[in-house]
Antibody, heavy 123, light 107 residues
Framework: EVQLVESGGGLVQPGGSLRLSCAASGFTFSDRYMDWVRQAPGKGLEWVGRSRNKANSYTTEYAASVKGRFIISRDDSKNSVYLQMNGLKTEDTAVYYC??????????????WGRGTLVTVSS | DIQMTQSPSSLSASVGDRVIVTCRASQGISNYLVWFQQKPGKAPKSLIYGASNLQSGVPSRFSGSGSGTDFTLTITSLQPEDFATYYCQHFNSYPLTFGGGTTVEIK
């Protein structure tokens, strides 16, 4: 059974930092691209960023709203992916989902979702 | 960036109704589109990928169609468990973007 379990959410002051973790099981983690997606309270879904797999040099992509502030990394030996969030703003308040991406016709789409972890940025 | 526009933003329907949700991309995305269902307090669940491929375990009353810029999600014979919010997302290029969502409510 595929499982993605996020941790590390909580309350942080504006300008602060937080590191989210996501532990994966039930699939071959090292083959997968991994995404982070967030959802502000009562709002829609926003793609945050992506980590490609080892075969693609673990390269990353980010949404413009977080580029330069957030960093995605992964440790295949621990079946884990991370989201380092720096310079947090109140508008970063959201539930953050870890998502495993599946391949379709040479592209990757968000497929398996964790339950999410809430990040609240407030003074 | 590619903008994804869903319509309607919400609709009311009865059990047994046929429901159609549309998603339009601001530029061509071939068939690199996925549909998600999200229930309150839960994580989204992928229903259809590649515009028309049903995910394993998803009931056959769900179907998707379209290519290029215009896509539809159809639910034939709406069931009580289908009342939820539906999102489309393209995966043609970066950044990936979602539609604004369509909430299907009980009439």
């Amino acid at each position: 059974e595929v499982q993605l379990v996020e941790s590390g959410g909580g309350l942080v002051q504006p300008g602060g930092s937080l590191r989210l973790s996501c532990a994966a099981s039930g699939f071959t983690f090292s083959d997968r691209y991994m995404d982070w997606v967030r959802q502000a309270p009562g709002k829609g879904l926003e793609w945050v960023g992506r980590s490609r797999n080892k075969a693609n040099s673990y390269t990353t992509e980010y949404a413009a709203s977080v580029k330069g502030r957030f960093i995605i990394s992964r440790d295949d030996s621990k079946n884990s992916v991370y989201l380092q969030m720096n310079g947090l703003k109140t508008e970063d308040t959201a539930v953050y989902y870890c998502v495993g991406a599946a391949r379709y016709s040479g592209h990757y789409f968000s497929d398996y979702w964790g339950r999410g972890t809430l990040v609240t940025v407030s003074s | 960036d590619i903008q994804m526009t869903q319509s309607p933003s919400s609709l009311s329907a009865s059990v047994g109704d046929r429901v159609i949700v549309t998603c339009r991309a601001s530029q061509g995305i071939s068939n690199y589109l996925v549909w998600f269902q999200q229930k309150p307090g839960k994580a989204p669940k992928s229903l259809i990928y590649g515009a028309s491929n049903l995910q394993s375990g998803v009931p056959s009353r769900f179907s998707g169609s379209g290519s290029g810029t215009d896509f539809t999600l159809t639910i034939t014979s709406l069931q009580p468990e289908d009342f939820a919010t539906y999102y489309c997302q393209h995966f043609n290029s970066y950044p990936l973007t979602f539609g604004g969502g369509t909430t299907v409510e009980i009439k």
